[in-house]
């Protein structure tokens, strides 16, 4: 049980394209989501959290025009990086947070690997 | 304010030795704690939790990690290494409902045959 899925898992875009991400909950609902980046060697970088039906909330420093968060239903959240750069190039990691009677526990999807030429 | 130091960024073990990875956090309040693993190029998979319920916390693939509040400690370990342990670690910290997540800068665990 609780399992996340991605889609892409990998993409390569051209500069100045968008490009969609999709998180999802497999056998559980999510009313939070979180969406992270990860550079390589390091560690997960918390990008925003997503709330179903709400607006997302972005971290300091992540502009949220460019990072596109929707969370339409309580399985999915999208990330659509609009007008991607190569800097924009990374490996993106979202999450699903299931409640338990022991609290919430983050469930990571595998990762979408972006690489814009 | 909530932290997260994992003391070793690579630990190397011959296959069927002990492991230990540690942990040390600080927090405010009684925190969640997790530890993650997170193979290449892949996302990162719950090992294993601790909230309270009892200090020494057993997890998959035969891990355990241990909640010590007076040393602010929550060291993982497993008995005897395998190759599939390989891999980078991260410990984590919910200080506290709907609050982001605290991580570690991870651990690679090196296996050696």
């Known amino acids: 049980g609780a399992v996340v899925s991605q889609h892409p898992s990998w993409v390569i875009c051209k500069s100045g394209t968008s490009v969609k991400i999709e998180c999802r909950s497999l056998?559980?609902?999510?009313?939070?989501m979180f969406w992270y980046r990860q550079f390589p060697k390091q560690s997960l970088m918390l990008m925003a959290t997503?709330?179903?039906?709400?607006?997302?909330?972005?971290e300091q420093g992540v502009e949220k025009d460019k990072f596109l968060i929707n969370h339409a239903s309580l399985t999915l959240s999208t990330l659509t990086v609009t007008s991607a750069h190569p800097e924009d190039s990374s490996f993106y990691i979202c999450?699903?947070?299931?409640?338990?009677?022991?609290?919430?526990?983050?469930?990571f999807g595998p990762g979408t690997r972006l690489l814009v030429l | 304010a909530q932290s997260v130091t994992q003391l070793d960024s690579h630990v190397s073990v011959s296959e069927g030795t002990p492991v230990l990875l540690r942990c040390n956090y600080s927090?405010?309040?009684?925190?969640?704690l997790f530890w993650y693993v997170q193979h290449p190029n892949k996302g990162l998979q719950l090992l294993l939790k601790y909230t309270s319920a009892a200090t020494l916390v057993k997890g998959i693939n035969g891990f355990e990690a241990e909640f010590k509040k007076s040393e602010t400690s929550f060291h993982l370990t497993k008995p005897s290494a395998h190759m599939s342990d390989a891999a980078e670690y991260f410990c984590?910290?919910?200080?506290?409902?709907?609050?982001?997540?605290?991580f570690g800068k991870g651990t690679r665990l090196s296996v050696i045959a």
């Open positions: 927090s405010s309040y009684s925190p969640s």
């Open positions: 999450s699903a947070e299931l409640a338990g009677e022991r609290g919430e526990t983050q469930y």
């Open positions: 056998d559980f609902q999510a009313t939070t």
């Open positions: 984590v910290v919910s200080p506290l409902r709907n609050t982001p997540l605290v």
């Open positions: 997503s709330n179903e039906g709400s607006k997302a909330t972005y």
